[in-house]
């Protein structure tokens, strides 16, 4: 008969190498996004022209910050275009972008129409901007309007794609995580990310998938043009996704890179957008319903481990049974390991130092999330921003 301390001793062992595992994973892939550093502007004569094209549903409260960071950019101001799309907003966007528009001749103030059957809205207003555009204008930037941007973003991005023949470069942003909501499950979940993605692999030309972000995405008109532009990916609630993949199966290199040194943001301002935003995309993200549960599952269960294994181990331990002894070993290492991640997590984002010791709250609070992102599916409806989309 096999013995509850032989149990916790191969359990903890287990637990240990999946730990171990998993960390040396997300380590390795520390280097797999080349990182964008702030460049030199280009002459005006040798500068490309690029279009920035924001698309703004009741964003008040960030689109001036981010109109302000586009109008800062050190970039000749007869190669920029910033086009701004009001998607029926309820708010003041639209006046707010007027009044920016009304001093600098380089903005322009768009209504996207009403939303046409089966698009989505920001894809809808992505599409209806580049329309506006010259179909000679080179380079296309599509910026979210929670993002901040560097003074040399622009032309350090423009840089990188020249330099590297890119076709469609995307940019993951460093986050400003300020309410508890943020600092509690962004970090997890781009642990998560770390942990469960092998970017060098999904990053090679002949993969069949890519890693993007519709936050801040530069690619070539030409490429763009070529598949159809957004009108493709109408229909699509992961629309940076689906889009870069539409572009890598015709043969165009997509990359993402890190661009945290010259663009930030924030994404969501408490449990009110982080919920429901994460929710929209997140069994996307995670390839589908059953592996959006599973990887919930395995988070739950290996960051409460952290917790429960060691104190079982102990408890035995002290009771006298040598088993458990030996398991709190292997049990106190992996939970040295999360913990330390964890709280070096919280070191890098600037946040508390507490909050890399209630991590298991975080995974536990993020399945509830996927959760509730099956759960949409299930029901065939997604809400976001007022609009419920099939």
Not at 74 to 83: D, H, K, Q
Not at 103 to 132: C, M, N, Y
Not at 280 to 289: C, F, H, S, T
């Amino acid at each position: 008969m096999i013995r509850s301390g032989h149990i916790l001793l191969t359990l903890s062992l287990v637990w240990f190498a999946l730990v171990a595992w998993l960390i040396l994973r997300a380590w390795g892939q520390r280097g797999a996004l080349p990182r964008v550093v702030p460049a030199p502007v280009a002459a005006a004569g040798a500068a490309e022209p690029v279009a920035v094209i924001v698309p703004a549903r009741d964003e008040s409260a960030n689109i001036e910050p981010c109109v302000r960071s586009l109008q800062a950019q050190r970039y000749p101001p007869e190669r920029l275009r910033i086009v701004v799309i009001d998607d029926a907003s309820s708010d003041d966007t639209a006046a707010i972008v007027a009044r920016l528009a009304a001093e600098d001749p380089r903005i322009t103030l768009l209504h996207a129409p009403a939303l046409p059957p089966g698009w989505k809205g920001k894809v809808h207003a992505s599409w209806f901007g580049v329309q506006s555009l010259p179909p000679e204008t080179p380079w296309l930037c599509f910026l979210d309007a929670d993002m901040r941007a560097h003074p040399l973003a622009l032309a350090s991005a423009l840089r990188a794609a020249q330099s590297g023949a890119i076709d469609l470069l995307t940019l993951a942003p460093r986050h400003d995580l300020r309410s508890f909501a943020e600092r509690l499950i962004l970090p997890c979940g781009l642990y998560l990310l770390g942990f469960s993605q092998d970017l060098t692999r999904i990053q090679a030309p002949d993969s069949d998938q890519v890693v993007a972000t519709g936050q801040f995405m530069l690619i070539r008109r030409s490429a763009y043009d070529a598949i159809g532009g957004y009108a493709i990916v109408r229909e699509s609630i992961c629309e940076d996704v689906d889009l870069a993949l539409g572009l890598k199966r015709r043969g165009f290199r997509v990359l993402m890179q890190d661009g945290s040194a010259v663009l930030s943001t924030r994404m969501y301002t408490g449990w009110g957008t982080l919920w429901p935003g994460i929710a929209k995309n997140l069994i996307e993200m995670l390839g589908g319903a059953p592996r959006t549960l599973a990887t919930a599952l395995c988070a739950v269960l290996l960051a409460w481990a952290a917790v429960l294994l060691p104190l079982l181990d102990a408890l035995g331990c002290s009771a006298g049974r040598h088993a458990e002894c030996v398991a709190l070993v292997p049990a106190l290492l992996g939970a040295g390991a999360l913990f330390g991640l964890h709280l070096a997590g919280a070191l890098h984002f600037g946040i508390p130092w507490w909050y890399g010791l209630i991590f298991p709250i975080g995974y536990a609070t993020g399945a509830c999330i996927a959760l509730d992102s099956v759960r949409w599916r299930l029901v065939g409806r997604v809400h976001w921003k007022g609009r419920t989309y099939p």
